[in-house]
Structure formats: structure tokens, C-alpha cells
């Protein structure tokens, strides 16, 4: 039988969330995490952050406020 995880083998990529610590955000990470991907989740919650980091253990959580622009790189 046909398998949703079968459609794309995400192993050895990398995603990048912006918002990760909504009810969306939160769900896409587990999801990309469970198949085997390296996720990074920014948020400006730093509490939240951790939350997340203790529920979901292969995960990258990065604390910032991606409009205020002295935390922004050229």
C-alpha cells in the first residue's frame, strides 16, 4: 500500500520556518522532523521556543524578530 512518507525523501535537507511556534508552524516542523529533515523554526517567543525544543528533540529553535531590522544581515 501506498504511503504519504513514500512521496518525497526528505533525508539530509534542511527546512526553515519562520512563525514556527503557531499551531501551523508547530505542526510542519513535527512533520518535516518525523521525516528526517534538519529544521530550523524562528520565533519571537523565546518560551515557546523551548517548549518546542523539549517536545520535539531533532529540531533547531532561533530566537528573532524578523522585522526589526538590527537583527537583520546584509
Known sequence: MYK???LFNLNGSSTLIT???GAIGYDIAKKFAELGQQVFILGRNQEKLSTIK?????INTIQVEI???SQQKD
Do not use: W
Open 19 to 21: 512563525g514556527g511556534t
Open 54 to 58: 523539549n517536545e520535539i528533540k531533532d
Open 67 to 69: 522585522t526589526d531590522e
Open 4 to 6: 504519504h512518507t513514500d
